[in-house]
């Protein structure tokens, strides 16, 4: 520690905490706004490209292959095939649900693309790729325009999807 | 130097706030009409390189969800500069030096109005000493104007002229938000928003979104002349960056601005046309200074960004409507230049000549 004619000099400082913040207000597009509104009805309206044909869930608005609008809906069942999965077992702040839990990709039928979601009702040591689930929504009275209507997926019971017909997806 | 021109240019009509469109819903039209606008097929393309910044979006990553709109599977080379489309322009122009591949594909958007922009836009200072004061955007661009207008390099009626010019030009242009006939003494009765700023003095916030395609030599060659337009050769390509803190800058000067443009190769013959992002009245007046240019280049004939300011966009459209004007042979040497940062703190210069 210097010393100034004698006497200590305050410690460096070496951290500061400043606060900063801002506000954004965000609209989701015209492609998000036609799936959220069917989600808030309970149902799921993916959209078609109409040069490949690939169905995408959820809609951003754009096949990214062709890059070209898409605008046909598809309704698709909530039910699904887990391709991959994780299990979350650290803890971490802001944690909304208690681990051990399960992450999973899952490709509902007739979508082309995976979305990844919350997998609950089955031991996390029995969750497999291939493995059928279904989607279990909030009660009618709960419903947002959030895809969070649809609180998890849980096993349907129904017997393993080969991985032929979802390797395309991992 | 391996020769490169632009060959197309497309941009969306920036809006004070697009609220039914998302970013892709912006870009995606404007890139499909870029690449049909080039001649080349989208699998010919050999470089993608975009401008945008998370910032504005409020979301991070908002770039990667942008290639949604431009085809970016099966994968494409692909690269993305958080700046304006400029200097995403830059790195093309840099990546086509290589000679592997002949053409590539700018494209840059921005929705300025999510947030709030100019405290969005106090995050680029000192985030020690400068930022947590919050000094918003106009207020840093008012402190350049004080000090010019305290210098004699300017006056608030010099500075309205800009805006007057700037809107009256604007009339011309389907794209621009801001346009119409102005008189000097009007502007100069209303109020300062931010001394000596008053309104017309400050851009619009815009959402929009821009679109080059670049190509090398006979390849450039071939499509233009399928296309019945005059390559724009890029013929001088610089950019600088002046200190970040505003303290040790005298705002008066622009000395990136003018090496940038020396660099670039400005003063070896005569500019027809200069594009010149200054987005505030004062800036204009200072660049035009720094530049090198005088009273026989047509100064910002789109309206410039005081008629439409999409952040991350305005830079790369002064580079499409310079070389729009060789493209069609209005223009044989244009400039074209782009800023970034507080107070004109970085610059880029680019030289555009048709055959």
Redesign the interface.
């Known amino acids: 520690m210097s010393t100034q004619q004698g006497r200590p000099l305050p410690d460096p400082i070496k951290m500061?905490t400043?606060p900063?913040r801002?506000?954004?207000?965000?609209?989701?597009?015209?492609?998000?706004t036609r799936f959220l509104r069917g989600i808030l009805e309970g149902r799921i309206l993916a959209e078609r490209c109409p040069k490949c044909g690939k169905v995408y869930m959820p809609p951003?608005?754009?096949?990214?292959?062709?890059?070209?609008?898409t605008k046909e809906q598809v309704e698709l069942s909530a039910k699904g095939t887990v391709t991959t999965f994780c299990v979350v077992n650290l803890p971490f702040y802001g944690q909304a649900v208690e681990i051990p839990y399960v992450c999973a990709s899952v490709v509902l039928d007739g979508a082309d693309l995976p979305f990844f979601c919350l997998l609950a009702e089955c031991p996390v040591e029995e969750v497999r790729p291939g493995m059928r689930v279904e989607a279990v929504w909030c009660e009618p009275s709960e419903r947002k325009p959030s895809l969070e209507n649809i609180r998890y997926m849980k096993p349907t019971g129904e017997p393993d999807a080969t991985y032929e017909s979802f390797k395309e997806h991992l | 130097m391996r020769e490169v021109a632009v060959v197309s240019f497309a941009q969306a009509r920036s809006v004070r706030r697009d609220i039914l469109r998302n970013e892709v819903e912006i870009l995606m039209p404007v890139v499909a009409e870029v690449v049909a606008a080039s001649g080349l097929s989208r699998d010919r393309i050999g470089f993608t390189v975009s401008g945008s910044c998370d910032y504005l979006a409020g979301v991070p990553f908002s770039f990667v969800m942008a290639l949604d709109g431009v085809g970016a599977w099966p994968p494409i080379e692909e690269s993305h500069v958080e700046m304006d489309g400029a200097w995403a322009m830059a790195e093309a122009f840099t990546r086509l030096q290589h000679g592997d591949i002949d053409s590539a594909l700018v494209f840059c958007f921005g929705k300025s109005s999510v947030g709030d922009l100019p405290d969005v836009l106090t995050l680029q200072l000192d985030p020690y000493l400068v930022a947590p004061l919050w000094p918003d955007s106009i207020s840093v661009a008012a402190l350049q104007a004080r000090a010019m207008i305290d210098a004699g390099l300017t006056s608030e009626r010099e500075m309205a002229e800009v805006a007057v010019r700037s809107r009256r030009d604007a009339r011309q242009n389907p794209y621009a938000q801001l346009s119409g006939d102005f008189s000097v003494d009007a502007l100069l009765a209303e109020p300062c928003i931010s001394s000596p700023l008053r309104r017309h003095d400050c851009p619009p916030i815009s959402d929009g979104a821009a679109a080059i395609v670049l190509a090398a030599g006979d390849v450039a060659r071939g499509l233009c002349e399928k296309n019945g337009r005059t390559p724009a050769w890029i013929r001088g390509l610089d950019h600088r960056v002046d200190a970040q803190n505003l303290g040790v800058r005298d705002l008066t000067k622009c000395p990136s601005a003018r090496i940038a443009a020396e660099k670039a190769g400005v003063s070896a013959a005569p500019i027809d046309v200069a594009e010149i992002y200054a987005p505030f009245t004062h800036q204009e007046i200072l660049l035009r200074r720094e530049l090198g240019l005088d009273s026989k280049t047509r100064i910002n004939p789109s309206g410039g960004a005081l008629a439409a300011n999409p952040m991350m966009v305005a830079g790369l459209i002064r580079i499409g409507e310079a070389a729009s004007r060789v493209h069609k042979g209005e223009a044989r040497r244009a400039l074209a230049h782009a800023t970034a940062g507080p107070c004109l703190q970085q610059n880029l210069v680019c030289i555009l000549e048709g055959e």
């Open positions: 500061v400043i900063s801002l506000d954004y207000t965000i609209t989701p597009g015209e492609a998000p951003r608005g754009s096949c990214a292959t062709c890059a070209i609008p």
